[in-house]
C-alpha cells in the first residue's frame, strides 16, 4: 500500500508539471486570441506601397492635407489621385534617382530624362498618364483599390469631424502614423476603449481645454 501511494503521488507530481507546461506553452496562443470584429494590427498591402514615414514624417505633410474629411465630415476618406498629383506632378521619383539621372545626361551631353519610381508609376498608370506625364487617350483609367484599414460595426456612429474640433490628435487612435511605413490598424475600436478615451479627457481634458464627452449610450448608437 506503502509503495502504491509514493508511486500515486509520484504520478501526481508529474501530472501537475505536466499541466504546468502546457499551460505555459498556451499562454502565448491565447495572448493572440482576440474577440470576433477585432482587427488591431491589421496591416494590408496597399495597391502603391505609401510612406507615411516619409509624407508625414520626413515632409510634415498634415494629416488633414490628404484626409480632408476629417475636419467637418463623418468620415477621413481616402485622398483623390489629383490631391497625389498636386505634388507628384513634379516628382516623380527620388532626388538622389533624379540627379543620378541628370549626372549621367551630363556626361554623355544629352538632355536628362524624367526618372519615374515603380511606385508611382503606378499611380500614373491608373490615371492614363504617359512618361511625360499627359493623358494618353489609349489608356484605361484604373481607380487604385486601397484597402481599408478601420472600419467599425454599422451600428455605430463615428464622425471624425467632433473629435479633430475638440483637438483630439490623429494619433489618439491612429497611432504614430507619421513613423509608419505601412499603416494598421493601432488600437482595438472597441466599445471600452472609446468609453474609456471619453471618461479620460472628461476628466483631463484636451490640450489644457475642459470636455465634456458623452458616455451616454445614444452618442455612438443609433
Known sequence: MLE????NRGFTVALVIGLLFCGMATVPALSALRLPGND??????QPIAYSHRLHAGELGI?????????ESGRYAG????????????????TIAAQRAEDEAAKKEERSPKRVISSELKKLYD???LGSDLKRVPSKELK???WERIHKLPDHVLFAHGPHVKAGVSCQT??????????????SDLSMGW??????????NGVDGKPVHASTDCSACHY
Open 194 to 203: 472609446c468609453v474609456n478615451c471619453h471618461r479620460e479627457v472628461n476628466r
Open 4 to 7: 502504491f501511494g509514493l508511486a
Open 62 to 70: 498634415s494629416c488633414l492635407y490628404c484626409h480632408q474629411g476629417a
Open 40 to 45: 488591431q494590427g491589421y496591416s494590408p498591402v
Open 143 to 145: 481607380p487604385l483599390a
Open 173 to 186: 487612435c491612429h497611432g504614430d502614423v507619421q513613423r509608419s511605413e505601412r499603416v494598421r490598424q493601432h
Open 126 to 128: 491608373a490615371l492614363g
Open 78 to 93: 481616402v485622398p483623390a489621385a489629383s490631391t497625389c498629383m498636386n505634388c507628384h506632378q513634379f516628382v516623380s521619383s
